[in-house]
């Protein structure tokens, strides 16, 4: 209990001295979340699926289009479209935080030998602490809603993209590397133009389970307030509605299939 008292008594002093802060924080991503929101809303359905399935059958071939095709098609059909698009806008809004964070992480952490020391912890610690732990300050910072959902989504999703950041540059040759430096060329340029592109499938894999790992979340974050499909799966939790679970849940189920197929062949191109 003593640690536990630290840790609260840390808490609501940021809550009471950085409030400001927090609401900042809180302005932006609600802008964020609410633009995405807004462009797949008023976005016809079957133009979002026409996109989808078009950048499915581009970079993951037939089978997966026709997949997007079907999977998409049967949201629409459930009921579940705007639920979906909500689910859509969280995820990729996390996502996108999640990466511009995790990516240079990933590289100084690369860089550095002391950072990579720091971090590893850091990181061991967000990836094995139970998601519904993060809810609590979550909650005391953000209050109730969709941000607070999100915040707890970027910490959980984070670690991949930064651990498989700093594996793919870790990994380039060191002949490579060391050719490069002969030939004059400047840390900026060896990170730029060797390093990170050589890196970039393993950076690639990182950010699809990123994605992937923001997805899992939907069902957890609803429980304080994040609108979407899982707001859904616990109203057929919470009422023991077998068929509206099912349904729900299937739709979160083919929602992740698209993207991982669709980021996983990203990846491999």
Do not use: C
Request: charged letters at 10%; proline letters at 4%; a neutral charge.
């Amino acid at each position: 209990m003593i640690l536990g008292e630290y840790i609260e008594e840390a808490i609501n002093w940021l809550t009471e001295n950085f409030s400001g802060v927090f609401d900042a924080i809180n302005s932006f991503m609600s802008g964020l979340i609410g633009g995405i929101e807004m462009f797949w809303m008023k976005t016809p359905f079957y133009i979002v699926i026409a996109l989808f399935t078009g950048i499915a059958y581009w970079k993951a071939g037939k089978s997966n289009a026709i997949i997007t095709l079907l999977g998409l098609s049967y949201i629409y059909a459930a009921g579940f479209w705007d639920e979906t698009m909500q689910t859509l806008s969280l995820v990729l809004a996390s996502a996108i935080i999640a990466l511009a964070i995790g990516i240079p992480l990933g590289i100084w952490s690369a860089k550095n030998h002391t950072v990579n020391k720091i971090s590893r912890p850091i990181l061991d610690f967000m990836q094995t602490m139970p998601a519904f732990v993060y809810l609590i300050p979550a909650v005391l910072f953000f209050g109730l809603g969709t941000v607070p959902g999100a915040f707890a989504t970027i910490i959980f999703a984070m670690p991949p993209v930064v651990r498989l950041t700093t594996l793919g540059i870790l990994q380039v040759p060191k002949d490579i590397v060391e050719a490069t430096t002969a030939f004059g060329a400047t840390p900026k340029q060896l990170l730029f133009k060797v390093q990170i592109p050589l890196a970039m499938p393993t950076i690639l894999a990182g950010v699809n389970q990123t994605i992937m790992m923001a997805l899992s979340m939907v069902v957890i974050a609803s429980m304080i307030g994040a609108k979407g499909l899982g707001e859904i799966v616990l109203q057929g939790i919470s009422q023991l509605r077998i068929g509206l679970g099912f349904e729900s849940g299937l739709a979160v189920v083919l929602l992740a299939i698209i993207l991982d197929r669709i980021t996983q062949n990203i990846g491999k191109k």
